[in-house]
């Protein structure tokens, strides 16, 4: 794909429908005047258009969303994007790839190195917010995504043990995986926690209204006089550990 800031250039004519479009996407961060940029390309083989996003000013699914909607206009009904940017699919790794692995076309794991899997996986999609964990380091969240998902295909040996579609969820480091209708019930209730979760988050946003800072130096004598409570109960604790222990003793020596 080409990296040049180029004006969209859509169809500038009324054409009869065409489906099954690909159109290959990928970032850059030199666009001037826009967040999403679109021209055909009839030279290429393996996609019809191609498009450039912003991702500083727009997601990679409000982009494919935004060039979908730039094209139907056309009467271009787009089927897939190919995303420049991420790894290689078997599709384009080619017929004799997929033959050899029993890939899917859409699978984008790397056969060939050693400590691949034997399943065949998507790209995941996952939310751009990392990992809330609290108990984690900061660093620690930032290296994976909240939230995130693929669908996995197990066929190896099929004719022993048959082949198996399962979708992966991510939430932090746990794994969730979920058969199709799984993953459909998932998703269901997902949509039904989002509302309930904008509740309580409003609610918390109103809450919050009311909260205010303490004052440090009230702070400080605090954690001093628990630090003396504290003290002052282990001192309290030794001295009746030690009288036990003499008494003991007292009795043994009889």
Not at 12 to 40: C, F, M, N
Not at 60 to 84: G, M, P, T, Y
Not at 161 to 178: K, Q
Not at 206 to 227: C, K, Q, T, V, Y
Request: aromatic share 8%; charged share 25%.
């Amino acid at each position: 794909m080409s990296k040049t800031a180029t004006t969209a250039k859509a169809p500038s004519t009324q054409h009869a429908p065409r489906d099954g479009v690909t159109v290959a996407i990928g970032a850059a961060s030199h666009l001037r005047t826009k967040s999403v940029d679109t021209w055909a390309t009839p030279d290429m083989d393996a996609y019809a258009y191609e498009a450039v996003y912003d991702p500083s000013r727009i997601s990679l699914a409000d982009a494919e969303a935004s060039v979908r909607a730039l094209l139907a206009e056309f009467n271009v009904h787009v089927d897939r994007f190919l995303n420049e940017d991420g790894p290689l699919t078997a599709a384009q790794r080619g017929q004799e790839w997929m033959l050899r692995w029993g890939c899917t076309p859409w699978c984008i794991t790397d056969h060939t190195d050693a400590v691949s899997p034997e399943w065949h996986a998507t790209a995941p999609v996952e939310t751009a917010l990392r990992d809330i964990d609290s108990n984690g380091t900061r660093w620690d969240n930032a290296q994976i995504p909240w939230l995130a998902a693929k669908t996995v295909v197990i066929n190896d040996k099929p004719q022993a043990y048959g082949r198996e579609t399962r979708v992966w969820i991510d939430y932090g480091t746990t794994t969730g995986e979920l058969s199709p209708a799984q993953a459909r019930e998932a998703l269901e209730a997902l949509r039904g926690f989002t509302a309930q979760l904008e509740a309580v988050v409003e609610y918390a946003e109103r809450s919050a209204a009311d909260d205010f800072d303490g004052d440090p130096e009230i702070a400080r004598l605090d954690r001093e006089a628990e630090n003396r409570r504290i003290a002052a109960r282990i001192a309290a604790r030794t001295a009746e550990l030690d009288a036990k222990v003499d008494a003991a003793l007292e009795v043994l020596r009889g």
